[in-house]
């Protein structure tokens, strides 16, 4: 068993009552245990940033290696398909997240309409686009139409300011006093690609001629020389702040992010960084500094699938010097801290949900939890048994 907040237990006992966890470790003298095989027992996985609106893809859009900003314009025409096609596609995420062992999901979300499901558990963070300044007051009266709309009844609700090059400072600044009055979190793609950061840097560049090319550029929205760390200094203003992607921040960033842990997360998309062939990613770097990681799938438009598992076998394979248990907790506990719900979510703790994943161990000759950890992290077993809320799925 690995409970994440505390040592890996050896014939570890997990007892559920109703929806919680109420004990972790050996098993009371009298109770009947459900003998499980050889397997890890791990707490229902976290996915901090996906867009299930995408899920009904079969592949990726484009190919391994564009241009992000071609990329987009695939995303744009992929969007214009209508609420029903969406609705359907993001219960199809649902389902798909939860066979993976996902129990916990942040999602960017266009539409008010529910997905007729309500499981896993999703923080819908409302996707709001507006780069001119013109368009900044228009965009916030649209999202505070959406945030009120009675639809999102129980569901817990963020806010997503999009990106740099299509959200304006001043926007943004609008946003985040929002979230503030609301108490929502906040998600924002950051410096994910050399072209973004010319663009703040210069107002020049591939994004620059995407935005003319939709009526939406506007010069004055951003001033020559700016680093993404200005947005940075506005995110850490929110309540609960993710920073998505954060591919090409410098140490100065990296820093503020770690000073600001308590409240400001990073997502890494192991896999949608590598379909972008971006420079490699400063996960190592990015730990020593105390900086938040968790980790996100991004969409089925540039993955091939919603699983964190297979997030956190790629990133133990490409970044080999980060302990097996650091993955895991990117993978669970960071990603529930991340979406402000680590008093439910994350670990296997007396008092949180009972989400539990059973993954079979490879290795049963060791009984070293931190070389079954690694072999089970190089393996490809799915995850056989999913509890959640205390329900067990029976997957397999
Ligand atoms: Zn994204």
């Known amino acids: 068993m690995f409970p994440v907040d505390r040592l890996p237990i050896v014939g570890g006992v997990v007892t559920i009552e109703g929806d919680r966890i109420v004990d972790v ?32 893809l079969r592949k990726p859009l484009g190919r391994a290696g564009m241009l992000l900003v071609d990329w987009i314009r695939l995303v744009i025409a992929e969007r214009g398909r209508g609420e029903v096609v969406t609705v359907d596609a993001v219960a199809k995420g649902l389902r798909e997240s939860m066979a993976h062992g996902v129990t916990t999901i942040g999602d960017i979300a266009t539409t008010v309409a529910g997905a007729g499901t309500t499981e896993p558990d999703c923080v819908s963070f409302f996707e709001v686009i507006g780069f001119s300044r013109a368009r900044a007051e228009s965009a916030t009266a649209a999202l505070i139409e959406k945030l009120d709309d009675r639809r999102n009844a129980g569901r817990r609700i ?6 740099p090059y299509t959200v304006s400072p001043d926007l943004l600044r609008k946003l985040v006093a929002e979230s ?16 973004e950061l010319e663009l703040l840097a210069s107002r020049t560049g591939p994004f620059q001629e995407l935005l003319d090319e939709r009526s939406m550029w506007d010069a004055s929205v951003i001033s020559p020389g700016t680093r993404p760390l200005i947005y940075l200094q506005e995110l850490a203003k929110a309540p609960r702040s993710l920073v998505v992607h954060g591919n090409y921040l410098d140490n100065d960033e990296l820093t503020f992010i770690a000073e600001n842990r308590e409240h400001v997360s990073l997502v890494y998309c192991p896999r949608t960084h590598a379909y972008f062939q971006h420079a490699p990613y400063p996960l190592e770097e990015m730990l020593a500094r105390g900086v938040q990681v968790a980790l996100g ?84 077993s799915p995850a056989i048994r999913i509890w959640y809320r205390g329900r067990n799925l029976n997957v397999v």
Not at 28 to 49: E, Q, R
């Open 180 to 195: 503030r009055m609301r108490n929502f979190p906040v998600a924002m793609h950051l410096a994910e690609s050399r072209d």
């Open 297 to 380: 799938t991004d969409s089925r438009a540039s993955n091939p699938d919603l699983s964190l598992l297979a997030e956190m076998r790629f990133v133990a394979r490409t970044h080999p010097a980060i302990s097996p248990h650091d993955v895991l907790r990117m993978g669970t506990l960071a990603g529930a801290e991340a979406l402000g719900l680590s008093n439910e979510a994350g670990s296997l703790s007396p008092g949180k949900l009972a989400n539990i994943i059973a993954v079979p161990l490879t290795d049963s000759a060791s009984d070293s939890p931190d070389s079954l950890l690694s072999s089970l992290l190089a393996s490809d």
């Open 158 to 163: 963020g806010i997503s300011p999009h990106a």
């Open 25 to 56: 470790g050996k098993p009371a003298a009298n109770a009947t245990v459900t003998d499980l095989g050889s397997v890890a027992l791990l707490p229902g996985l976290v996915n901090a940033h996906t867009h299930l609106e995408f899920s009904h």
